[in-house]
């Protein structure tokens, strides 16, 4: 029973448009969510999170949206550059600092000059 | 400062033998915790261990695997008596106490012939 889905398994996207990677939940007594971003042969890299008390929260090009009435939320980066080509997971936890995180199954990105 | 570090980055064993997988987390860092990542799938919780707290095991998936860790530092993970369905990326993570994201290791890629 997966709890955390990420539907799209790739994404390929031209240089300088918007990406927008989705992700949806089922458990309830998630609080909290985050975006790593993984290269080849690397661990992921902490990106972006949003409390559930929030809907929306931004850094630099990179924004996130939650959705708490329809277990959705959505990486948005914009503009696209090469180099954020990278698999891309959302993971969640029910906040309580020292919970395990519960991952999606990562969406690829390609981003093309 | 340094990241998290694990050892070996690469290991080849024949099923049947044991093998042994080491994390070196953030100086200062009282949590860690253990991933594995199959090929194509997301990161799945093995265990996590919060300073001299018992250990949080509800992630492993035998018997034949189990962790320590000394203190807040170093821990390693044993698997016992591997089979090829043990093949994947072990991933360590730390984060400092009360903090809810988490730094990755370049992870251990094991395969099981």
């Known amino acids: 029973d997966q709890q955390v889905k990420q539907n799209s398994p790739s994404l390929s996207v031209q240089e300088g448009r918007i990406s927008i990677l989705n992700c949806d939940y089922t458990?309830?007594?998630?609080?909290?969510f985050l975006w790593y971003k993984k290269y080849p042969a690397e661990g992921p890299t902490f990106l972006i999170s949003?409390?559930?008390?929030?809907d929306k929260n931004e850094d630099g090009r990179f924004t996130v949206f939650l959705n708490k009435s329809a277990k959705h939320l959505s990486l948005h980066i914009v503009p696209s550059q090469p180099g954020d080509s990278a698999v891309y997971f959302c993971?969640?936890?029910?906040?309580?600092?020292?919970?395990?995180?519960?991952f999606g199954g990562g969406t690829r990105l390609m981003v093309k000059p | 400062g340094a990241g998290v570090s694990q050892s070996p980055s690469n290991k080849v064993t024949e099923k049947g033998k044991d093998v042994e997988l080491r994390c070196d987390p953030i100086?200062?860092?009282?949590?860690l915790y253990w991933y594995r990542q199959r090929l194509g799938q997301g990161l799945e919780f093995l265990i996590y261990?919060?300073?001299?707290?018992?250990?949080?095991k509800s992630g492993l998936p035998s018997d034949r695997f189990s962790a320590e860790r000394t203190g807040e530092s170093v821990s390693t993970l044993t698997i016992q008596r591997t089979q090829q369905e043990d093949s994947a990326v072990y991933l360590c993570?730390?984060?400092?106490?009360?903090?809810?994201?988490?730094?990755f290791g370049p992870g251990t890629r094991l395969t099981v012939t």
């Open positions: 949003i409390s559930s008390i929030k």
């Open positions: 100086s200062g860092h009282t949590a």
């Open positions: 993971a969640a936890t029910p906040g309580n600092a020292g919970n395990m995180l519960t």
């Open positions: 261990f919060q300073g001299n707290s018992a250990p949080d």
């Open positions: 458990n309830s007594m998630f609080d909290y």
């Open positions: 993570a730390s984060s400092p106490q009360l903090a809810l994201e988490q730094y």
